[in-house]
């Protein structure tokens, strides 16, 4: 059984590759949500490890222009603690972006077998990738050559539930030169429709020399405390939670609880940071997304995101969330998990 304080556990540093991280709770890469805009409302409260960008194209990197490309940009700021996610299955390509990541003087780059969208595993990336394990390995190896900063893989159990296709996946990606390990323990056709099994997380961190983060079902302070006491992970990857509460960084790190008028506090500020970044259809498109995990928080949470679903412009969002709030809307303990599938 644990015995240290979750909050002094998660702040302790980590060491990933050539750099270090004062905490163990990072921001797992979540394509149109983990966008600039919300990253920015995260880095508002703080407590978080690392930020991961979007999901981008490999193919596209080396030509993008990080001030307009709604995916491949991000705050001067943010850069020290900030990992880009690509995705494809060319390893020379896959190096190509790497190298032009490193450039920008990012914290890493993250590799992307994880994805099971069928848009992209049908172009063989993303977790389509894993049932190639010789050409994942190589696409490690190569931009493991290309670049000298750090370098993690994002990756699922594979395409089928055996817990020796995760260990042997974790084994050919340390080989290759790793640096660190997001772990998603489902098969990959599984959305999310069982839950994770948590247990493999375990077998891996066995089976490798290099740190893990568990990622699945980490819904509260105690998900996060048994996560790291069942499978021994060196630290957590935050997903929809985040979303859903995006200071629960600085939350569990201090050991905090939030204040009341936080959650309208942190949509407002999204509004205007996805405002502040994006055009307006973009920025609506993005804040939609974001408020189907946001309504997750609250009991009548599916009226609030039938409504933000219908707004016409961001002026109609904020009016809607201010209406929502006015009678201090009633809290779930845990998100409503419908919102989450």
């Keep these: 059984m644990m015995t240290y304080n979750l909050a002094e556990y998660l702040r302790q540093p980590l060491n990933i590759g050539t750099k270090s991280i004062d905490n163990r709770l990072v921001l797992a890469p979540m394509t149109f949500l983990g966008h600039v805009a919300f990253r920015e409302l995260v880095s508002q409260y703080g407590g978080y490890g690392l930020l991961y960008s979007e999901m981008c194209s490999a193919k596209a990197v080396p030509n993008e222009n990080r001030f307009i490309s ?15 996610q690509i ?14 990541i490193e450039t920008e003087d990012l914290f890493g780059v993250d590799i992307n077998f994880g994805c099971c969208n069928g848009s992209i595993c049908r172009q063989n990336c993303g977790a389509a990738v894993l049932k190639e394990p010789g050409l994942a390995a190589r696409i490690v190896a190569e931009v493991r050559r290309a670049v000298s900063f750090p370098l993690s893989v994002k990756f699922r159990t594979g395409w089928q539930d055996d817990p ?3 260990v042997e996946l974790a084994r050919r990606f340390e080989d290759a030169g790793a ?9 990959a056709p599984d959305r999310r429709s069982r839950p994770p099994r948590w247990e493999y997380i375990g077998l891996v961190k066995q089976a490798v020399g290099i740190p893990v983060f568990g990622n699945g079902d980490v819904f509260d302070r105690n998900d996060c405390r048994r996560i790291i006491e069942k499978t021994g992970c060196d630290g957590v990857a935050l997903g929809r939670m985040a979303i859903a509460r995006p200071w629960i960084f600085a939350a569990w790190t201090n050991d905090l609880m939030p204040r009341p008028n936080i ?3 942190a949509a407002l500020q999204l509004a205007g940071l996805l405002t502040k970044h994006y055009d307006p259809i973009q920025a609506i498109r993005r804040f939609k997304r ?20 219908n707004a016409a412009d961001m002026l109609q969002i904020e009016q809607i969330l201010q209406r929502f709030f006015e009678k201090s809307p009633d809290l779930v303990s845990k998100p409503n998990l419908n919102f989450f599938k």
Excluded: Q, T
């Design 70 to 84: 709604p995916y491949f940009r991000w705050r001067d700021e943010e850069r020290p603690r900030l990992v880009c």
């Design 87 to 100: 995705f494809g299955g060319d390893p020379a390509v896959m190096a190509r972006a790497a190298r032009r």
């Design 164 to 166: 020796r296709n995760a």
């Design 179 to 187: 640096d660190a390990l997001i772990f998603h323990p489902r098969v």
């Design 263 to 265: 959650y309208l506090e």
């Design 290 to 309: 974001f408020s189907f995990y946001f309504s997750a928080n609250f009991k009548f949470g599916h009226l609030l995101h039938s409504r933000l679903l």
